[in-house]
């Protein structure tokens, strides 16, 4: 059956098939960290649904709360309609807001993925402002549909002006650090001021407290604050897409906590469904100034998800899951920076909480070595990322590529992960890098 299935969809399904290219597996059971594919073999699963199981395949707190739905007789799809379900959703959610949003919160509920979010706030704030242009930042992710897409990447739309990301390797300034970070707020205001010259405000700005897709770079809280201060002062909402980073993934419920930065508004999905799919936009209510009907959407009532959000947003708050995912990954980003210091084919470790990134590198082609006293790093390595990912599938870890070089080797594993499981994927991806890099 294995090799039946992957043949017949790879011959039928579209050239633009991304996972199932590297990972050529057949899921057919799976619980917290492991899958098991229809060979019987066993895998470890760091790519959690591209971030979206903080608690990891069918835990029973999911289970049990999408079995209650179920055997209710509740209607699974009412459109934008109050139910109780729906109320417990809400509830749960606002109780977790960052405190300056918590208690003047709007949500609008949104078509099933985070790019429907995305588009929603991109709305919402032209709606509430009067402006069209959209400030995002290189090496974004929001998401595939047009205005998503738009603000995402490296490309760039006439209406989205994009600004540099503050990172430490690659620093697009070559000094990285706190010195990087202003260089990069710097730049951004100057953009700003351009405005004053006649050129019109932006509706918004959009940004990841740490880009995932783009490599795991985590901005630093300064730099966070620093845009927090430009948009109040010159009254350009700022939208957090917490997407990937949300529900305790980076270490606090939501990763703009770190820095003590409100946004505006907040682009939720993923890990707030439970596993199912659920997107939302929630926003201050002095930005509520659409007309009834102004934003709508079929699948915005989808009441399994909102019942697998509820039991996973109140499991993780519950449980302190946001402080495990801090402690652990702190651990696991020093082994690996110990490990991974003695392969000069890794060019940098970082992330934040269970959101991870290792930076392959190829020091070979690099015509000198980088100047000292700077970051500018190696050039990037995709090949030996891909070769990553191919080891480690072999030894039983899936494991995510991203980085807008595309030499970035992902974990993202759920925040139930044991410290056992933990060693365990350490070890298999040492392994695996070692046997790349020999
Ligand atoms: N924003 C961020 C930060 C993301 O990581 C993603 C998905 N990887 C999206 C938006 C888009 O979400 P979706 O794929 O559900 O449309």
């Known amino acids: 059956a294995h090799e039946g299935i992957l043949r017949r969809q790879s011959a039928r399904e579209s050239a633009a098939r991304t996972y199932a290219r590297a990972l050529p597996i057949v899921p057919v059971r799976a619980r917290g960290l492991t899958i098991e594919g229809a060979d019987g073999r066993r895998y470890l699963d760091c790519l959690s649904g591209a971030g979206t199981l903080a608690l990891g395949h069918n835990h029973p707190v999911v289970l049990e709360a999408i079995r209650k739905v179920l055997d209710s007789g509740a209607p699974l799809n009412v459109l934008d309609l109050a139910t109780p379900v ?107 001021d351009d405005a004053k010259s006649g050129v019109p405000l932006p509706a918004g700005m959009i940004l990841e407290p740490v880009q995932g897709e783009g490599g795991v770079i985590p901005a ?38 770190h820095s003590g930065v409100v946004p505006d508004v907040m682009v939720l999905s993923k890990a707030i469904g439970g596993s199912l799919p659920l997107a939302v936009v929630v926003y201050r209510d002095d930005l509520d100034v659409w007309q009834p009907g102004a934003h709508a959407g079929t699948f915005r009532g989808n009441q399994l998800a909102m019942a697998a959000g509820t039991a996973t947003l109140a499991h993780v708050r519950e449980n302190g899951l946001a402080e495990r ?87 993202l594993p759920p925040l139930t992960i044991t410290d056992e499981q933990a060693n365990a994927v350490l070890d298999r991806l040492t392994d695996a890098v070692a046997s790349v890099a020999a």
């Open 325 to 411: 995912a801090e402690a652990l990954g702190a651990r696991m980003l020093t082994q690996l920076r110990e490990v991974m210091g003695e392969f000069a084919c890794i060019g940098d470790v970082r992330g934040r909480g269970l959101m991870i990134g290792i930076e392959m590198v190829a020091p070979d082609a690099a015509d000198t070595a980088p100047p000292s006293g700077t970051t500018r790093p190696y050039p990037p390595a995709p090949f030996l990322a891909t070769a990553v990912q191919r080891e480690c599938l072999r030894r039983g870890l899936i494991v995510e590529l991203g980085g807008r070089h595309a030499g970035v080797v992902r974990l």
């Open 86 to 192: 729906k109320d417990a959703f809400t509830t749960e959610l606002f109780r977790t807001l960052p405190p300056g949003l918590a208690d003047r919160a709007r949500v609008q509920f949104c078509g099933p993925a985070g790019t429907d979010a995305v588009e929603a706030a991109f709305k919402l704030v032209r709606a509430a402002t009067g402006r069209t242009g959209m400030l995002a930042f290189t090496g974004a992710y929001h998401g595939m549909t047009a205005g998503a897409l738009e603000a995402s990447g490296g490309a760039c739309d006439v209406r989205v002006a994009r600004l540099p990301y503050p990172q430490d390797y690659r620093c697009p300034f070559g000094v990285g650090g706190e010195r990087g970070a202003e260089l990069a707020a710097r730049w951004t205001e100057s953009v700003l």
């Open 220 to 257: 630093p809280d300064g730099w966070l604050r620093r845009m927090r201060e430009i948009t109040a002062e010159r009254s350009i909402p700022l939208i957090a897409d917490e997407v990937q980073t949300g529900v305790g993934r980076t270490g606090r419920f939501w990763a703009v906590e």
